[in-house]
């Protein structure tokens, strides 16, 4: 990862917490938003790791401090999982994310969300998230699937098929209820 691509992914982290991308906004969001904080650990430590060897020491502390919060927050995205820019980590505690799971850009994630793997069944392996999707508190998805652009989950839903795009998600197991998606959920996206 270069260091321009480090810098804006966490600009535009920023932005979708403040809605600006000031050095007061940065301060004034990662003290009072867990979930930010989380992210720039996340970010740093994937920067760093991806620097090496002239960057250990730096790489060891950076994954020191984010242990350290996903214990504090009850977040745990391994710093190695391909997420685009613009991630947004509403309410924190509860969230557990595949290292393989790959999460496309101006995505939400709720508490209490898992994004998981599984080794058998209909759709084994670890799901995709596409561009632009809300994920409500408590949701499941699990297995090989992939969630479509501007996709809504629902709160406690599992989702174990593939959605398309647009698509409002809710229950056990999860079906599509409109093609609404996730417009009003999803605000201060970046490009």
């Known amino acids: 990862m270069t260091v321009t691509r480090y810098i804006s992914l966490l600009t535009k982290d920023l932005f979708r917490y403040a809605r600006a991308c000031t050095f007061t906004a940065f301060l004034r969001t990662y003290f009072s938003c867990p979930g930010y904080k989380y992210t720039f650990w996340m970010r740093t430590a994937a920067f760093l790791g991806s620097r090496r060897p002239w960057t250990f020491v730096l790489y060891l502390i950076s994954r020191v401090v984010l242990n350290h919060y996903t214990f504090r927050y009850g977040i745990h995205i391994p710093h190695n999982t391909e997420i685009g820019e613009g991630l947004y980590i509403g309410h924190f505690g509860g969230i557990e994310v595949s290292y393989r799971a790959k999460i496309g850009k101006n995505c939400n994630l709720s508490c209490g969300v898992l994004i998981g793997a599984t080794y058998a069944g209909r759709h084994p392996g670890v799901p995709t998230i596409l561009d632009r999707v809300y994920i409500g508190p408590g949701a499941k998805i699990i297995g090989g699937i992939t969630i479509g652009n501007d996709s ?29 998606g ?10």
């Open 152 to 180: 809504a989950i629902g709160a406690n839903s599992v989702v174990t098929d593939t959605v398309s795009d647009g698509s409002v998600v809710v229950g056990i197991p999860g079906r599509v209820i409109s093609q609404k």
């Open 182 to 191: 996730s417009g009003d959920y999803v605000c201060n996206t970046v490009d």
